[in-house]
């Protein structure tokens, strides 16, 4: 196994997606989005700062997510590591290949999962997710089978997140166009680039997700 990079902009179905990576083949997920919004309810100062940055739909700085991800790799283990929403500036992208370098390890794809904008909109106005396990739901394509209770745990700490509104999406989305964006040349340049169609359903794009996996020999 090895680690790789789902890259899209908000709302194109990467933690969906690394929900059932982790699910079917053990691998880790390391989302810089769920890591900040632990650090949001912390009540430090820094979370309080963080927090205005997320709600605004603007980046959070590149030293607070890099330091973030550098104290995953330095303790957690795992068999592969799906990095979700990280690296997402040309210079967390430099961070991430010298942090993997320094433990040894390497990427083994980066899939560019795209979509068109406009289906954005109704995909992160109609999100919702579990605060215990964190499985992803939307209100009309993939509702709970019982209202008010996650389907995989059964918790009814079902959320709705700050920033899911069209407003700071759009914010979202320009930073993503953007920052995030040249990094679609950067990984295509280092031959590590595969890109699908994610506006397919969710099996279909979990399918071409594990093609690239399988074609890398994971
Ligand atoms: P983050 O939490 O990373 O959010 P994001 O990138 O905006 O992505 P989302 O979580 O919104 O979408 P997703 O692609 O995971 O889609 P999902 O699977 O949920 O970041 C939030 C904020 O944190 C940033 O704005 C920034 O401020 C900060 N931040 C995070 N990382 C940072 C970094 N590295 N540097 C600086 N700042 C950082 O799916 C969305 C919906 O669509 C769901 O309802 C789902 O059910 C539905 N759906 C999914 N797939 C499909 C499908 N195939 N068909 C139909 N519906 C689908």
């Not at 795992?78 to 990427?107: C, N, S, V, W, Y």
């Not at 396990?133 to 745990?153: E, F, I, L, Q, R």
């Not at 979990?206 to 074609?215: F, G, N, P, S």
Request: hydrophobic letters at 40%.
């Amino acid at each position: 196994m090895t680690n790789i990079i789902l890259l899209g902009p908000p709302g194109a179905g990467k933690g969906t997606q690394a929900h059932k990576l982790v699910a079917e083949r053990g691998m880790v997920q390391l989302s810089t989005g769920d890591m900040l919004r632990e650090a949001r309810t912390s009540g430090t100062e820094m979370g309080k700062r963080v927090a205005e940055v997320m709600d605004r739909g603007q980046l959070v700085t590149d030293e607070i997510v890099i330091g973030l991800i550098e104290e995953k790799l330095d303790t957690v283990k795992a068999p592969g590591f799906i990095f979700d929403g990280f690296p997402r500036t040309l210079k967390q992208a430099d961070a991430l290949g010298a942090l993997l370098e320094r433990h040894g390890q390497t990427l083994g794809a980066v899939i560019e999962m795209k979509v068109d904008d406009e289906a954005l909109v109704s995909r992160i106005t109609g999100r919702f997710t579990c605060g215990d396990c964190g499985a992803v739901y939307h209100d009309v394509t993939h509702p709970t089978k019982v209202a008010g209770v996650c389907d995989a745990c059964g918790s009814t700490n079902l959320k709705r997140r700050a920033d899911d509104n069209e407003v700071s999406l759009r914010t979202r989305l320009m930073e993503y166009y953007k920052k995030t964006s040249p990094l679609v040349g950067y990984y295509y340049h280092a031959h590590l680039l595969s890109s699908i169609d994610a506006l397919a359903s969710v099996e279909t794009v979990a399918d071409e997700i594990a093609k690239v996996l399988d074609k890398a020999g994971k």
